[in-house]
């Protein structure tokens, strides 16, 4: 593999698997960059027979070769980050010149989460089922233009003010509005203060570094997080998280053109979850659900929540395939389905009232109450496909359901996980 710019994307509402699969790619690259989301992600890889949950920093760090570097599109929590650089080290692992942080990064800070957690409990009912962790408070801030950013903890009076500020406004909401505790200027500012230094350290020029690599033909993963549905502008709005997990933040968070990159690949779950409330028209209860979820340990990785769980939606899926132009797709946990005897598949909707049938996807939470899934149902196969290496081992039934995928989405699978180890991988196009 050479010169290859790749993008990794969530074609569901996020936890389909990516972690595992930059892991796996970064033996053949020489960058990982984490360009959008903050410590809501959760990327869970298995190394060793080890499991390392990552949220901030990118997957690619395991591999000692691989360069990492965050962008401007990223909100970060200072605590939580370097929380994860030590635990990080205490696994061996060399963090020291391989990761590295753009100045124009906006900080995450603990109003932003007591915001966000006051906002979720008054909305009761209604709450979005955000992770809690502050994200849309965040980003929020960065829009309203009062963020505080990395670059700015250079200058002590500058950041200092501008906490106190910022404080003064979201503790008159927390206190008048959502009657909740106040957030102590003290304790933001003594984080700030003990992390400053070493944030700093950090910071390179991500616009020239990433110029210089791309014109070096480096090879680079670009590392999304979250999914397409639960993207800002094109997910199942207003249960979304606060940015673009779509293609465009890839430009907009980090500074490179369209024409830098070669490759998207999509990942897609053979199944659907989703954590947190909002739309979800195949959502399954009872013995198939609980099945899934134990067999494929449908936890949030960030959170710890049990993840809602449901038959894959290929309306859904197109919808992000098309919203990301995609080249191919990885399809994941394809073992977490060995054991069912029949296996059901979206692939439309029909309107409850009307009957009419809807092939694309509803707008507003009203339209997506109206929908009830149409489905075309494949015999399962009754065979462990967990750990198969190659496409000639798989089962027939679990080759005809890949291939139905591949002729809705037209787009190829090039590569099929089988269990969450690198190994446990099929690839059927290596030079995708
Ligand atoms: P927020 O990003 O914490 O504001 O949460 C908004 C919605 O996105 C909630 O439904 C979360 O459960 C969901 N969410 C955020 N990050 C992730 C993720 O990494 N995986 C899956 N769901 C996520």
Known sequence: MKNKRIVILGMQWGDEGKGKIVDLLTKFVNYVVRFQGGHNAGHSIVLNNKKTILHMIPSGILNKNVICIITNGVVLYPCNFIKEINILKKQGILIKNRLFLSESIPLLLEY??????????????????????????????????????????????????????????????????????????????????????????????????????????????????????????????????????????????????????????????????????????????????????????????????????????????????????????????????????????????????????????????NDWKNIVPIYKKFLGWNKSTFGITEWNLLPDAAKDYIKYIEKILKVPVVIISTGPAREDTVFINKNF
């Open 112 to 365: 932003h989460i007591a915001i966000d957690k006051a906002r979720e409990k008054f909305c009761g009912s209604k709450s979005i089922g955000t992770t809690g962790r502050g994200i849309g408070p965040s980003y929020e801030d960065k829009i309203a233009r009062r963020c505080l950013r990395i670059g700015d903890l250079k200058d002590v009076n500058y950041f200092q003010n501008h906490v106190k500020e910022n404080l003064d406004f979201y503790n008159f909401q927390l206190i008048n509005f959502y009657k909740e505790k106040k957030v102590e200027y003290s304790a933001v500012i003594n984080e700030l203060h003990k992390y400053r230094e070493y944030l700093l350290s950090l910071v390179i020029d991500v616009h020239s570094t990433l110029h210089k690599i791309i014109k070096k033909k480096k090879n680079i993963i670009f590392e999304g997080a979250q999914g397409s549905l639960l993207d800002i502008d094109h997910g199942t709005y207003p249960y979304v998280t606060s940015s673009n997990s779509t293609i465009g933040s890839v430009f907009s968070g980090t500074g490179i053109g369209f024409s830098a990159i070669n490759y998207i690949l999509g990942i897609v779950k053979s199944y659907s979850t989703r954590v947190g409330n909002g739309p979800f028209p195949t959502e399954q209860f009872g013995t198939i659900a609980d099945s899934i979820c134990k067999i494929g340990n449908e936890f949030g990785s960030t959170t710890g929540r049990k993840r809602r769980i449901g038959w894959l939606d290929l309306v859904l899926v197109k919808y992000a395939v098309q919203l990301n132009s995609l080249n191919g797709i990885c399809l994941t946990k394809l073992d977490v389905l060995d054991t069912l005897k029949l296996i059901n598949v979206c692939i439309g909707y029909k309107h409850i009232k009307t009957g009419k049938k809807i092939y694309n996807i509803p707008c507003t939470i």
